[in-house]
């Protein structure tokens, strides 16, 4: 699902990946750690192509990220969700407005988009507050509407930046357990966190990354 | 429906500013119109003249009649002579009288016709038409039995010159309004743009076509611009039905036949289009800014 080759990235000559190689199998549970300022959030950018790389070859789902162009990268991204440490939650709107926004983005049917935003607001147990504004709800709710919207478009990839780094332990393996949960549906997902708490919980393969190198693997099968 | 939506509600966050920008451009193109009008009308005024310009040659009264058929030799190998008709004393006489009809019984009391017979020549409209009547006009004072020759004055000739000045005068004028114009909508729907930075974020990553993000600023460039040809081209309207109510009586005394002319359709059709233009291509500069610090390629 998820191929690397030798990915060379740096910021202004500051290298922030180097000579990075890994495979992701479709329907994987991959956690990406290490300190602060390793590469975790540069990574994860490459794979949605929020960044591009210097070196080396990037497959996502069989498309050549390196090759898209600008115009063709919604291609790409409609087979991604992403949650974000911050949540990006819309503040204007209601969290059903929210999720149904992500509908509407890639051109969902008209009629289905209320049902299907709240169907996704369910699984994440938020059905009820459906016409709450995301500034009344708690951090790790605002995380469940975020991670609702991710998966309202059943993309192939769920990537997360820090989930769970502002909430919680408790509120943290609740989160996590979405993941997995979603993971256990099909998705394949990479979820970045340098919390030893969730890397525990959760017993699935480690990726860790020590100053934009690859340190250490744990492939669990 | 949906993007109608955004559109307006891009308008009503910033209303301050589409204010000032619906402003910014409906005064440029009112001071465009205005030029344009003025000019349309000066223009009508000059086509009009032009038609009427001729060249009297009045006769002597004891005008020989080979005179006269020298005289009509020379008109019709003149090249510049589009066709002469004679109108002899009587004719003017009449003619004259039926112009001060008012002032008849005064003109009767005359009890003579004080009025010489005279030649008038249509000119062709050619280029070199003023010098033309000019060295011709020379050429028939010389000519035996004619007293005196008359024709259009030197002012039309700079009449012409000041139109074409006009005309510069008003591309270039046009020409930097319209870029103030782009200008302006590229930074309001920049603002625009700028205020849903995060929601645009957000369409990118999940995977909106360009298009889709694009659509609704371009609707607003182009409201803007349209917005504002509208009510300048209205502006118009107005000071022209005002020019008409309250001076279409003395210009008729320039001439009759004459009045204020509307800007015409065509010259409103491009009005609009170029509006229209302005507002998108104001929308697709300050696009292209934004957007091009996501490609990074
Ligand atoms: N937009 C950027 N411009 C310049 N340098 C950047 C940029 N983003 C990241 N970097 C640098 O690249 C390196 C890796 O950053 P990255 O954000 O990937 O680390 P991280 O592992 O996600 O850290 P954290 O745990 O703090 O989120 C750091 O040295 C960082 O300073
Ligand atoms: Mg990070």
């Not at chain 1, 991204?77 to 949650?83: D, K, L, Q, T």
């Not at chain 1, 995301?134 to 995380?143: A, D, H, K």
């Amino acid at each position: 699902m998820i191929q690397l080759y030798n990915v060379y990235k740096s910021y202004n000559n500051t290298p922030a990946l180097v000579d990075i190689s890994f495979i992701i199998k479709k329907g994987a549970f991959v956690f990406v750690t290490g300190p602060s300022g390793a590469g975790k959030s540069t990574l994860l950018k490459l794979l949605y192509r929020w960044e591009s790389y210097d070196k080396g070859q990037v497959l996502v789902n069989g498309i050549n990220v390196g090759k898209l162009n600008f115009s063709k990268l919604w291609q790409l991204r409609r087979h991604i969700g992403v949650v974000f440490q911050d949540y990006k939650l819309l503040p204007g709107k209601t969290i059903l407005e929210n999720v149904a926004f992500a509908l509407e983005i890639v051109g969902a049917e008209k009629k289905t988009i209320r049902y299907k935003a709240w169907e996704a607001l369910k699984n994440v147990g938020l059905s009820h507050r459906k016409d709450a504004y995301p500034m009344e709800l708690s951090g790790g709710e605002q995380q469940r509407v975020a991670i609702a919207r991710a998966l309202v478009n059943n993309p192939k990839i769920l990537l997360a930046d820090e989930p769970t780094g502002n909430l919680d332990p408790d509120m943290a393996s609740e989160i996590l357990h979405l993941f997995e949960k979603a993971n256990a549906d099909g998705t394949t997902v990479v979820f970045a966190t340098h919390s030893q708490n969730v890397l525990r919980e959760g017993n699935h393969a480690v990726i860790a990354l020590k100053r934009g190198k690859i340190a250490d693997t744990r492939i669990v099968a | 429906m949906n993007i109608l939506k955004t559109t307006l509600s891009n308008i009503k966050s910033n209303k301050q500013l589409f204010f000032a920008s619906v402003g910014t451009i409906t005064t440029a193109l009112s001071i465009l119109g205005l030029f344009l009008f003025v000019y349309i009308n000066l223009n009508s005024v000059l086509s009009f003249w032009n038609d009427q310009v001729q060249l009297i040659v009045y006769l002597d009264d004891e005008i020989s009649s080979d005179e006269k058929k020298q005289l009509e030799k020379l008109f019709s190998s003149s090249s510049e002579v589009d066709s002469f008709r004679f109108v002899s004393r009587e004719q003017a006489w009449e003619k004259f009288q039926l112009m001060f009809s008012e002032k008849s019984s005064f003109l009767k009391g005359m009890g003579f016709n004080p009025l010489p017979a005279s030649y008038n020549l249509k000119i062709k409209p050619l280029p070199e038409r003023l010098k033309s009547i000019q060295s011709l006009a020379e050429k028939l004072s010389q000519e035996g039995g004619v007293e005196s020759v008359e024709y259009g004055e030197e002012w039309i000739n700079r009449f012409e010159t000041f139109m074409i000045l006009m005309r510069v005068f008003l591309l270039a004028l046009g020409a930097l309004l319209c870029l103030g114009a782009v200008l302006i909508i590229a930074n309001t729907v920049k603002l625009s743009v700028l205020s849903r930075k995060n929601e645009i974020e957000l369409m990118l990553l999940t995977g909106a076509t360009p298009g889709f993000i694009k659509f609704p600023f371009f609707l607003e460039g182009i409201f803007h611009g349209i917005l504002g040809a509208l009510i300048s081209l209205s502006l118009m309207k107005g000071v022209h039905l005002y020019l008409v109510s309250r001076f279409q009586g003395s210009i008729e005394t320039f001439g009759r036949g004459m009045d204020f002319q509307f800007i015409p359709m065509s010259f409103v059709m491009v009005i609009m289009l170029t509006s229209l233009l302005m507002g998108w291509l104001g929308s697709y500069l300050s696009l292209q800014q934004f957007l091009g610090a996501y490609k990074k390629l």
